[in-house]
Structure formats: structure tokens, C-alpha cells
T-cell receptor, first 121, second 117 residues
Framework: GAVVSQHPSWVICKSGTSVKIECRSLDFQATTMFWYRQFPKQSLMLMATSNEGSKATYEQGVEKDKFLINHASLTLSTLTVTSAHPEDSSFYIC?????????????????FGPGTRLTVL | AQKVTQAQTEISVVEKEDVTLDCVYETRDTTYYLFWYKQPPSGELVFLIRRNSFDEQNEISGRYSWNFQKSTSSFNFTITASQVVDSAVYFCALSYDSGAGSYQLTFGKGTKLSVIP
């Protein structure tokens, strides 16, 4: 199946620093990637949709200047949390949308990375 | 508006029992997709199944089976002969075109399944 990697898997940083998280589709090209945030024991909350070669589309309430998204290639999207604060501590998950892939269950499916646990001290 | 409801917050079963996870969805779109994902304690979401709105055929994959009924807007998931490794949070999700061909996922709140040995 399609594989999505995410790096780093966890990071601890001081308040005020910036953290970059990478999301890569390893065996397929993804024109669209998504970034989610998940709080403990809660569901996933979509933060933004990242389209290769264009600006990301942010969900209502998500600060564009705080969560910078870059989708420079068909296999890589990055999320940078700028000037991180303790309230930004969370589990961040990316997904990549595969279209036209092979398989029993058809095409157009989001495959998820393993997530990045961010802790801001 | 799109909405996915997983009424069961937590379920506990004894190993080898069958268990059904419920999912009810709401959408005005005629073309949509339904998914189930598994999130084990490690955190990674594992894709289990995708269903198109125009394909109501039920699906079986090993111990897993899915029952899709458009008449009741439900997409239920059954695990037969549950195992400890099935312990996880299971999410039902609905995909729709939010514009310009960008298919976003709306997730239910998840059902935490605990399989007791």
C-alpha cells in the first residue's frame, strides 16, 4: 500500500522556537496533502490543505502566520510551527492523497503519516 | 454540511467475541466516499477501507466486514473473532469535494475498542 513518512516522530522544544515537520509520500505522487492536529482522546482536526505549487488553504481559526505550510514537490510538504508556545503542544498528522492508484479498494484515498508529537516547554 | 457520528465512545469485548462499530453519516452530496481507519496506541492511522456512495456492496476482508446502507446512512464495521491486536481507536470518515477537486475528510469522534484476553 501507499506509504507516507513523517519526520520527526517527536520533538521537544523551548517556547519561542520554530519547529519544522516534514511529510513525504514515499511511493506515490501527491498533489494534495493535508495537515491535521489531534488532541489527546479526541478526533483529528483538519488544519490546512496543501496543494503542490500553490498556497495552502487553511481552515477557519487556524493562524496562517503561525503554521506555515510549503508543498514544494509532489512528494514533500512541510509544516513549520513558528514561535511555538506550550498551547501548540499536540500530535500533528499529515496525510497524502493518492489518486489513480492500484488496489482492491479503488482510488482517491488519503494515507496518513505516523504523526509527530510536539511538546513545547 | 457533512457530519459523521460514531455513537459508541468505548467498547470492551472479550477475545474471540464479535464486535460491531457503528457509523452514521450526513451529507447532501450524491457522490461521496466513506472510510474506516484504525489508530493503534502508536498513533499512526491505518487505512482499512474506502467505499463509494454508488457501491453498496458489502465487503469482507478476513475477519473484517463492512455493511454500507444508504437507506439508513450507515457504514458499520464488524470484527469477527476479535483479537487483542484489534485494540485501537477506530475512525469512520466521510470524504467530499470541498471545492476545486480537493477531497477533505470529515472524521467521526472515534470508537475506542479494547479487546480483553
Amino acid at each position: 500500500g501507499a506509504v507516507v513518512s513523517q519526520h520527526p516522530s517527536w520533538v521537544i522544544c523551548k517556547s519561542g522556537t520554530s519547529v519544522k515537520i516534514e511529510c513525504r509520500s514515499l511511493d506515490f505522487q501527491a498533489t494534495t496533502m493535508f495537515w491535521y492536529r489531534q488532541f489527546p482522546k479526541q478526533s483529528l482536526m483538519l488544519m490546512a490543505t496543501s496543494n503542490e505549487g500553490s498556497k495552502a488553504t487553511y481552515e477557519q481559526g487556524v493562524e496562517k502566520d503561525k503554521f506555515l505550510i510549503n508543498h514544494a514537490s509532489l512528494t514533500l510538504s512541510t509544516l513549520t510551527v513558528t514561535s511555538a508556545h506550550p498551547e501548540d503542544s499536540s500530535f500533528y498528522i499529515c496525510s497524502a492523497r493518492e489518486i489513480g492508484g492500484q488496489g482492491v479498494f479503488g482510488t482517491d484515498t488519503q494515507y496518513f503519516g505516523p504523526g509527530t508529537r510536539l511538546t513545547v516547554l | 454540511a457533512q457530519k459523521v457520528t460514531q455513537a459508541q465512545t468505548e467498547i470492551s469485548v472479550v477475545e474471540k467475541e464479535d464486535v460491531t462499530l457503528d457509523c452514521v453519516y450526513e451529507t447532501r452530496d450524491t457522490t461521496y466516499y466513506l472510510f474506516w481507519y484504525k489508530q493503534p496506541p502508536s498513533g499512526e492511522l491505518v487505512f482499512l477501507i474506502r467505499r463509494n456512495s454508488f457501491d453498496e456492496q458489502n465487503e469482507i476482508s478476513g475477519r473484517y466486514s463492512w455493511n454500507f446502507q444508504k437507506s439508513t446512512s450507515s457504514f458499520n464495521f464488524t470484527i469477527t473473532a476479535s483479537q487483542v491486536v484489534d485494540s485501537a481507536v477506530y475512525f469512520c470518515a466521510l470524504s467530499y469535494d470541498s471545492g476545486a477537486g480537493s477531497y477533505q475528510l470529515t472524521f467521526g469522534k472515534g470508537t475506542k475498542l479494547s479487546v480483553i484476553p
